[in-house]
């Protein structure tokens, strides 16, 4: 009986982590709240290990896929379907650049930092060259994620 409960305890706390992960929505939308065009809302999320994010078509023809290099090492990119949802787990620290395809030149970006902690991709990711408004919307979201790991350090 002893063994019984100790097994079902260290179940319990194998599984812990599992059960406190968050699930996060970003919108995909053609007109933000601000009125911008192309947008994710919210176009940054701070996020812990373990967390599922989910980008939801609310309108327009959208996809979500990741940026080539703004992925934290070892970290597998995803491209989502036209005009579907697309979830991911995101697994390891860091930053996560986000994308929509048909609008990534007109500024259709988004950036999730993954972890309290400092990024430890923020200067690769900082180094990606974006095209048209993408360019300035990025830098505005590696600004605000450069200034909360100054804040938190």
């Given at each position: 009986?002893?063994?019984?409960?100790?097994?079902?305890?260290?179940?319990?706390?194998?599984?812990?982590?599992a059960a406190f992960a968050e699930e996060h929505v970003i919108e995909m939308r053609n007109?933000?709240?601000?009125?911008?065009?192309?947008?994710?809302?919210?176009?940054?999320?701070?996020?812990?290990?373990?967390?599922?994010?989910?980008?939801?078509?609310?309108?327009?023809?959208?996809?979500?896929?990741?940026?080539?290099?703004?992925?934290?090492?070892?970290?597998?990119?995803?491209?989502?379907?036209?005009?579907?949802?697309?979830?991911?787990?995101?697994?390891?620290?860091?930053?996560?650049?986000?994308?929509?395809?048909?609008?990534?030149?007109?500024?259709?970006?988004?950036?999730?930092?993954?972890?309290?902690?400092?990024?430890?991709?923020?200067?690769?990711?900082?180094?990606?060259?974006?095209?048209?408004?993408?360019?300035?919307?990025?830098?505005?979201?590696?600004?605000?994620?450069?200034?909360?790991?100054?804040?938190?350090?």
């Amino acid at each position: 009986m002893k063994k019984l409960i100790l097994s079902a305890a260290l179940g319990a706390m194998v599984m812990a982590p599992a059960a406190f992960a968050e699930e996060h929505v970003i919108e995909m939308r053609n007109t933000g709240s601000d009125r911008q065009p192309m947008v994710f809302e919210p176009a940054y999320l701070e996020i812990a290990p373990g967390d599922t994010v989910t980008f939801v078509n609310a309108m327009g023809v959208h996809n979500a896929q990741t940026i080539d290099g703004m992925l934290p090492e070892g970290v597998e990119g995803f491209v989502g379907d036209m005009n579907s949802d697309v979830s991911f787990i995101a697994s390891e620290e860091g930053l996560y650049g986000i994308k929509c395809l048909p609008h990534y030149g007109m500024g259709m970006v988004a950036l999730i930092k993954v972890g309290d902690g400092e990024a430890a991709n923020l200067e690769a990711a900082a180094s990606v060259r974006h095209p048209g408004r993408a360019r300035i919307r990025m830098a505005d979201l590696l600004a605000q994620a450069e200034a909360d790991q100054d804040a938190g350090s």
